[in-house]
């Protein structure tokens, strides 16, 4: 939406005086003129993004919440470009920025959570490989989060990979347990078979029960 030089000039340079940042917006305006391209919709007393640009971020964001509108059919955004562009956060390097740091934390869980759909509805549609890539986007950017754990594990159950489960939900297991001291909830643990949970057989204690066997015809 448009907003007031004065506004614009003060955010963007909180740190000098106003008559400075006035004069550091102007100079911006007239650098971004000499680029060829109308970016910046300029009058007296406003400024505004052109309405001819195509922002990125926009397009990211109502892609996330159509995702997230689960009655809402996606199957026209459910491709490796949509994955790509949920995978990326906001503005990463401006982190000592504050006036962008609230943005960022609502970005970064906008697309974590339209990622983890993304995930559930290529689950449901039995397109398993790109479920898990989504699965995993979501996973590495947030790997505490236990909700990008569990639809990843429930896409590789969905394929039949119950090995690739089981080794996500130890994943998460062990990253919760170092990083927080903190079991996978009731909910996850009830994705694997119980006695699978934390177990790990030797060599040695499989070849016993193979010798058991044996004997035993």
């Given at each position: 939406m448009p907003r007031t030089r004065t506004y614009v000039a003060g955010t963007l340079w909180p740190d000098v005086t106003a008559s400075r940042a006035h004069a550091n917006l102007r100079s911006s305006l007239w650098r971004a003129t000499r680029t060829g391209h109308q970016?910046?919709?300029?009058?007296?007393?406003?400024?505004?993004?052109?309405?001819?640009?195509?922002?990125?971020?926009?397009?990211?964001?109502?892609?996330?919440?159509r995702l997230l509108d689960m009655p809402r059919s996606c199957d026209d955004?459910?491709?490796?470009q949509t994955r790509a562009d949920l995978s990326a956060d906001l503005l990463p390097e401006w982190s000592e920025n504050e006036w962008v740091l609230v943005e960022q934390e609502?970005?970064?869980?906008?697309?974590?959570?339209?990622?983890?759909?993304?995930?559930?509805?290529?689950?449901?549609?039995?397109?398993?490989?790109?479920?898990?890539?989504?699965?995993?986007?979501?996973?590495?950017a947030e790997p505490l989060r236990e909700s990008g754990h569990r639809v990843l594990v429930k896409a590789h159950l969905a394929a039949g990979n119950r090995g690739a489960a089981l080794r996500q939900?130890?994943?998460?297991?062990?990253?919760?347990?170092?990083?927080l001291g903190l079991e996978p909830s009731q909910t996850l643990r009830n994705l694997v078979p119980p006695h699978t949970e934390g177990a790990t057989r030797s060599p040695q204690g499989?070849?016993?029960?193979?010798?058991?066997?044996?004997?035993s015809w």
């Open positions: 970016v910046i919709d300029a009058c007296t007393q406003e400024l505004a993004i052109s309405k001819r640009i195509n922002v990125d971020i926009h397009e990211a964001a109502r892609r996330a919440h955004i459910l491709t490796a609502q970005y970064h869980e906008l697309r974590l959570y339209a990622l983890e759909a993304m995930t559930e509805r290529l689950t449901a549609a039995g397109r398993h490989g790109e479920a898990v890539a989504a699965g995993l986007a979501a996973v590495r939900y130890e994943q998460c297991r062990s990253v919760l347990l170092d990083e499989v070849r016993s029960s193979a010798a058991q066997r044996a004997m």
